[in-house]
Structures are given as structure tokens and as C-alpha cells.
């Protein structure tokens, strides 16, 4: 009974395994990725430490750094209609813009746990997203939302 228990069990752990390990370990990503978007079919973004990778092809086994910061870099967002197509957050408040000339701008008071970009087609102007955490760490986790207009420049 006992070996028929762990056989069974075993079974299921394989089982489990299968339906559940990863089908394509991304090269090229050192450590940590926090955040990943698909902006085409066969290709994707990444950010990991303090670099956005861009993978592409087959199993996106083509690896290519888009950017790099001295700030560890957090969350992402994209939107192929806006004048402003990739931003990305950083443990530090700011907000990057990797696709301009826009210098990096502090959005909130501590890390940009998620952002995004809300625009209209053809539109020169996007209102870009920063939520997360507030800065003041002795009190709890805060949290707040900053709205970031854009038409032309921030």
C-alpha cells in the first residue's frame, strides 16, 4: 500500500511538472525579470535588473538590450499607437522613456510597481501612468497613482 502511494504520488508530481515548467527559458536576462509584454507575434519585451531586453524569432531566442539605467528597472508598458511607445518604471520613482530624448522623470515618491500608456490612434498626445508605492516606508505600505500628460513633451 505504502509503495503504491508513493508511486502514485510520484506520478502526479511528473504529471504536474509537465503541465506546469516553463516552455521557453529566456537567454540573456541575468538574475531577475520583473515585468514582460508581447508587443508582436514573435517578439517581446523584457526588464530585468537594470536592462530592457527585446526578444524576438523562433523560441525569442534573438536577445537584444534596448536600454540600460543605473536604476534597477521594475515595471513596463507599451502602446504601439502613442507618441510615447515604451515606458518603464524603476525602484526609484522614475519613470524612463528608452524610445525618445526625454530625460528620466521622477514620478512618485518610491518604486513604480506598475505603469501604463493610454492613448488615441494617430494622437500626439498619451497620458502616461505610474502607480506605487508612496516613499514613506515607517508607516505601512502607501500607495498612490500619478498622471504624467504628454504632447510632445512631459
Not at 540600460?68 to 502602446?79: K, V
Not at 505610474?130 to 498612490?144: E, F, R, S, Y
Request: hydrophobic share 35%; glycine share 10%.
Amino acid at each position: 500500500f505504502v509503495l503504491t502511494g508513493i508511486t502514485l504520488v510520484c506520478l502526479c508530481s511528473f504529471i504536474a511538472w509537465q503541465i506546469m515548467k516553463p516552455r521557453y527559458l529566456l537567454s540573456g536576462v541575468t538574475r531577475s525579470c520583473f515585468n514582460a509584454e508581447y508587443i508582436a507575434p514573435d517578439t517581446l519585451l523584457a526588464v530585468g535588473n537594470r536592462e530592457l531586453y527585446e526578444f524576438k524569432g523562433q523560441n525569442y531566442s534573438e536577445t537584444t538590450i534596448l536600454y540600460s539605467s543605473e536604476s534597477r528597472l521594475y515595471s513596463l508598458g507599451t502602446h504601439r499607437d502613442s507618441p510615447v511607445k515604451v515606458i518603464i518604471g524603476d525602484l526609484e520613482g522614475r519613470i524612463h522613456f528608452p524610445e525618445s530624448d526625454l530625460a528620466p522623470m521622477k514620478a512618485i515618491g518610491g518604486v513604480v510597481f506598475a505603469c501604463g500608456i493610454k492613448s488615441s490612434r494617430n494622437s500626439s498626445e498619451c497620458t502616461i501612468i505610474a502607480a506605487g508605492h508612496d516613499g514613506v516606508q515607517d508607516m505601512g505600505w502607501g500607495g498612490n497613482v500619478r498622471l504624467i500628460r504628454y504632447n510632445q513633451k512631459c
